[in-house]
């Protein structure tokens, strides 16, 4: 069964004290991997796509990266503001070459950001 | 340039009663997703449909029933409603039904069932 799982579930940093987001997946031949921010009572927000092993991309304090097994999401000096609730999700194996755009979510990981 | 919209924004029910979810998006996305989101559980695909006049089942599908109204509605039914659907819906859109193309949200619409 496919799976994506997100680790910590929750992480707690000081104002530019780094850090970063694990998201492992088991997804046999990954197709993309994408990263969104969720805030409370909002919809997800899209971040990143990455589409091969070695890619990486960034946004503002954002790094995302992305191995065969893994990715990680890597925040520099973050700020309050980049207190949100971070979800990896990407697409889940499929007998016709193609998820026609479906998704399997991880269960995200709630990040707070202290002044 | 609206992106993803619902209505409506909340929405109390009885155990039994039936409702319709209405989702928008003016970005001539191909594409549109039913998700549900459940503390615990993360975001579960209710039903997507790849092009306007197709639709289909996502990994919860049980309860719903989508109309693909036009290219640019997508509508949730919930026949006969039961407390184990109590969630917080989101509607999402995609240019194309493809494995890398990115999907928007809408602000969710959240439901409780009694």
């Known amino acids: 069964e496919d799976q994506v799982t997100q680790s910590p579930e929750a992480l707690r940093l000081q104002e530019g004290e780094s850090s970063s987001l694990n998201c492992s997946y088991t997804?046999?031949?990954?197709?993309?991997l994408f990263w969104y921010r969720q805030d409370p009572g909002k919809g997800p927000e899209f971040l990143f796509t990455?589409?091969?092993a070695g890619e990486e991309k960034e946004k503002e304090r954002l790094k995302a990266t992305l191995t065969k097994k893994e990715s990680f999401l890597h925040i520099t000096a973050p700020k309050p503001e980049d207190s949100a609730t971070y979800l990896c999700a990407s697409p889940p194996r499929s007998a016709g070459g193609t998820s026609y755009g479906k998704l399997t979510f991880g269960q995200g990981t709630i990040l707070t950001v202290h002044p | 340039n609206a992106g993803v919209t619902q209505t409506p924004k909340f929405q109390v029910l009885k155990t039994g009663q039936s409702m319709t979810l209405q989702c928008a998006q003016d970005m001539n996305h191909n594409s549109m997703y039913w998700y549900r989101q459940d503390p615990g559980m993360g975001l579960r695909l209710i039903y997507y449909s790849a092009s306007e006049g197709t639709t289909d089942k996502g990994e919860v599908p049980n309860g719903y029933n989508v109309s693909r109204l036009n290219k640019r509605e997508f509508s949730l039914r919930l026949e006969s409603a039961a407390p184990s659907q109590t969630s917080v819906y989101f509607c999402?859109?995609?240019?194309?039904?493809?494995?890398?193309?990115?999907?928007?949200f809408g602000p969710g619409t959240r439901l409780t069932v009694l």
């Open positions: 990455l589409y091969s």
């Open positions: 999402a859109s995609s240019p194309l039904a493809g494995d890398y193309n990115e999907q928007f």
């Open positions: 997804v046999s031949g990954l197709r993309g």
